[in-house]
């Protein structure tokens, strides 16, 4: 049981902080589908600093700083990267979708180009500290009892980062008039123009603030559930998240339950045949004799199964996907 | 003019598409065809030109491969191990495409391969571009392909073939594997028009559900071919006799894979173009992706037209995987569970490329794979790598989403290259420099302008009296 919650964190929370970076970025009324590249080469900027620290032997008994300063970085790139969704998107007006999918390119594109020619190989796999401790395995330990573990011990920091922004960017669109602002500019543009908001800033800063969010979530799933290995692809990650966010209905609550449902039936699909619910020795699932693929492919017909239900009820911010012109008020 | 168009565009945008592009084909492709009636064919293309859809795609092109160009330069000049030279090197090798070799043999045996690959590419390129001119987005491609290959090989290999029939069974495995594809593309297709789901949500999950349904499928079936210890494969379906007749293409191309596959991509592509162009229905699928509502008040289906043509974008999308698969030659890593086909995805930048025109898509695909065959040399023959010729695509592809800011500029470019000269000059010039890639900046138009007073004059006044000059244009 333990390990199901603390598996269920491990899937949850690169959707979770993935999936807010898209709700930024279209409250704000820009289509971010290029989450999956900005991702790839979030990751890529982690891994590289992290790749840098472990071979200078930098701040090498300190690997939680360590893998801090790595997640600021990605953020940084993803960021970087995501400019360049705000530049066409925005200053060119640029259709977004086709902005986004090149970005989704582009972004395998650069990476494995650099990997390639700078470390001869089509993957970037994070070094282990020199002490044989994986990065990848940053856990923080401190041997509390039963039930309580999987929350507070044998986590990584990351979640608790993830966890911290979540409630923080939360707070930030709905309670102060920044977030106000840019849900503005995200439903009804001209009119938040009249009231003198600027609008291509907001948009601006929705892109940016998704792009941050983007590469971190990159370099959180590279880290924790794929094995320290940064290269071109994020096994569609990041097209996963846009679909929780579209699940979520744009919110921050029904993003987190969506990614939470999701995680947990992702995880219960990967680890189904260790699963012992109910502590009594007995492997249920496995027993059942079906094959991985069939829970496998559980959570994604769960979410269609939902959205059969609640559908209708789904409200997409008004003006995403369109260019603002002043011209058109 | 322009003003207008661009108008009329994000109004389309506003009712319901998300996807301007196939708007904005639209737009300048019925144009052309209403004004001649499909008879000068000449004066529609200088028609297109001067519209600037062409030439647009042709200065994203040129954008694409130059900043692609600056890219390898950059890396030359940074990394001590990279003569600059080789960045030189490198760009006539991407540029020659399948030619790079020099050698003849090897060329034929290229472009034969290119050819080859480009037939599932250019399916799924169509797939792409069918819903993209009903509105739709379509990223669901790469599951119905998997389910197409599935379709097929399975029965490519269990069909009872004793030689005469052998035929019978590779018409009957195209039509099964299409046939999946279009049951994959209506679960999406049924979400948007019944429920008003997203259809990218629903097209994420069917793939998903897909590539594992494949994998389900093929564990442990009489299909793998498990001699010689390997398992990862399925068997080919020439083992079972059943294979795309050649023509002789194999003969002009000797050593590839090449079949009479590309022949019926292409006819497909023009078929499409034909059914969008010229057909009540075409003119509805259009109709319901430039503005919804207003279909529906002509009286047109829009729930139908939704359900059709993700049927028939599913059924596009199957069918290259078919053609790629019934090739014979071909070998299928059945474990799909774990990552989804590149050819679907790369369907998108195909139809995004070709602004969704079917005939253009025969063309994209066959760039995209030229320049993929340049990076394949390129890897062969200097210090980068293939993936060069990813970045070039994508820059142009980037290049691609402001077509319409490009487009803006046309009109002047088009005087420039006809030898306008005397007081448009000016003007002209400026818009040459904007193609050049310096398109921030270098505009002479209005609304970049417009916006850059806007943010000037940040303060609460500002806005309002920039609307008012904006509305006085």
């Not at chain 2, 080789?86 to 991407?94: D, M, Q, V």
């Not at chain 2, 020099?102 to 034929?108: E, F, M």
Request: glycine residues 16%.
């Amino acid at each position: 049981m333990i390990f199901l919650i603390q598996q269920t964190f491990i899937c949850t929370i690169p959707l979770l902080i993935v999936a807010m970076a898209g709700m930024f970025s279209e409250r704000s009324g820009i289509i971010n589908i290029a989450l999956d590249g900005i991702m790839i080469f979030g990751a890529f900027g982690g891994a590289v600093t992290v790749y840098a620290f472990i071979k200078t032997g930098a701040l090498a008994d300190s690997p939680q700083l360590i893998y801090i300063v790595g997640m600021l970085v990605s953020a940084a790139a993803g960021a970087l990267f995501s400019a360049l969704l705000g530049l066409a998107a925005i200053r060119l007006r640029s259709d977004q979708t086709i902005a986004g999918t090149a970005l989704n390119m582009l972004a395998p594109a650069v990476v494995l180009l650099i990997i390639k020619i700078f470390f001869m190989q089509d993957k970037l796999v994070m070094p282990t500290l020199p002490g044989g401790l994986s990065l990848t395995f940053v856990l923080i330990d401190n041997d509390l009892p039963g039930f309580l573990q999987a929350f507070f011990s044998r986590a990584y920091i990351s979640t608790y980062i993830v966890l911290g922004l979540y409630i923080a960017l939360s707070v930030l669109l709905y309670k102060t008039r920044f977030g106000l602002r840019m849900r503005a500019c995200g439903e009804h543009p001209q009119a938040a123009d009249s009231a003198g908001i600027n609008v291509h800033r907001m948009r601006y800063a929705g892109t940016l603030i998704s792009g941050a969010l983007g590469g971190l979530g990159g370099f959180i799933y590279i880290t924790t559930s794929a094995g320290g290995t940064a290269g071109g692809t994020v096994a569609g990650m990041g097209f996963l998240a846009i679909a929780i966010m579209i699940f979520g209905n744009w919110k921050p609550v029904g993003i987190a339950l969506g990614s939470f449902l999701f995680g947990l039936l992702r995880c219960v699909g990967s680890s189904y045949a260790s699963l012992d619910i109910n502590g009594d020795g007995v492997f249920m699932l496995k027993d059942l004799g079906l094959p991985m693929y069939f829970y496998n492919i559980i959570p994604y017909a769960a979410v269609l199964v939902v959205l059969m239900f609640t559908a209708g009820k789904s409200r997409a911010p008004k003006a995403e996907g369109i260019p603002y012109d002043k011209g058109m008020r | 003019m322009s003003e207008n168009r661009k108008n009329a565009q994000i109004h389309a945008g506003a009712g319901g598409s998300q996807i301007p592009a196939a708007g904005g084909g639209d737009g300048t492709g019925s144009g052309g065809i209403g004004g001649t009636g499909g008879k000068n064919v000449f004066r529609r293309l200088t028609e297109r030109i001067r519209g600037g859809t062409l030439l647009s795609s042709l200065v994203c092109i040129a954008c694409g491969i130059l900043l692609g160009f600056a890219v390898l330069l950059l890396l030359a000049i940074f990394t001590p191990s990279i003569p600059v030279g080789e960045a030189f090197r490198g760009l006539g090798i991407i540029l020659g495409g399948p030619f790079a070799s020099g050698r003849g043999g090897d060329i034929a045996f290229t472009l034969g391969e290119m050819l080859f690959e480009a037939t599932p590419l250019m399916m799924t390129g169509l797939a792409v571009a069918v819903a993209f001119k009903n509105g739709l987005f379509n990223i669901g491609a790469p599951g119905q392909y998997l389910m197409g290959i599935m379709g097929s090989v399975m029965v490519a290999l269990s069909f009872p073939t004793d030689g005469s029939n052998a035929f019978l069974g590779w018409i009957l495995a195209l039509l099964t594997g299409t046939l999946l594809g279009v049951l994959w593309g209506m679960i999406p297709g049924f979400f948007k028009a019944f429920l008003g789901v997203n259809e990218v949500i629903v097209c994420i999950m069917t793939n998903w559900i897909a590539a594992n349904v494949v994998s389900w499928a093929f564990k442990d079936s009489v299909f793998l071919n498990v001699g010689g210890g390997k398992t990862a494969y399925t068997l080919k379906t020439a083992e079972n006799g059943i294979a795309t007749p050649k023509l002789g293409l194999d003969r002009l191309f000797p050593g590839s894979n090449i079949d009479m596959g590309i022949l019926i991509a292409v006819a497909a592509a023009v078929v499409l173009y034909i059914v969008i162009n010229k057909t009540t229905f075409g003119y509805e699928l259009k109709a319901c992706g430039a503005n919804r509502e207003a279909a529906r008040y002509a009286g047109m289906s829009v729930r139908r037209n939704i359900m059709l043509s993700m049927m028939i974008s599913g059924g596009l999308a199957a069918m290259g995987a078919c053609l790629y698969i019934l090739n014979g030659n071909i070998e299928f890593a059945w474990e799909t569970y774990a990552r989804l086909p590149d050819t679907g995805f790369n369907g998108i930048p195909v139809a995004l490329l070709a602004t969704s025109d079917p005939i253009g898509v025969i063309f994209s695909s066959l760039f995209l794979r030229y320049i993929g065959k340049g990076g394949y040399n390129l890897a062969g023959y200097t210090m980068f790598n293939e993936y060069v010729s990813d970045l070039i695509v994508a820059l142009i592809i980037y290049f691609a989403g402001f077509a319409s800011f490009i487009r803006m500029f046309m009109p002047q470019v088009a005087g420039f290259f006809a030898g306008l000269a005397g007081r448009r000059k000016k003007a002209a010039g400026g818009a040459v420099q904007a193609g050049g890639g310096t398109v921030p900046d270098g505009g002479p138009s209005d609304p970049p302008g417009g916006q850059k007073a806007g943010q000037a004059g940040e303060a609460d006044g500002g806005p309002s009296a920039d609307g008012e000059g904006g509305s006085a244009k």
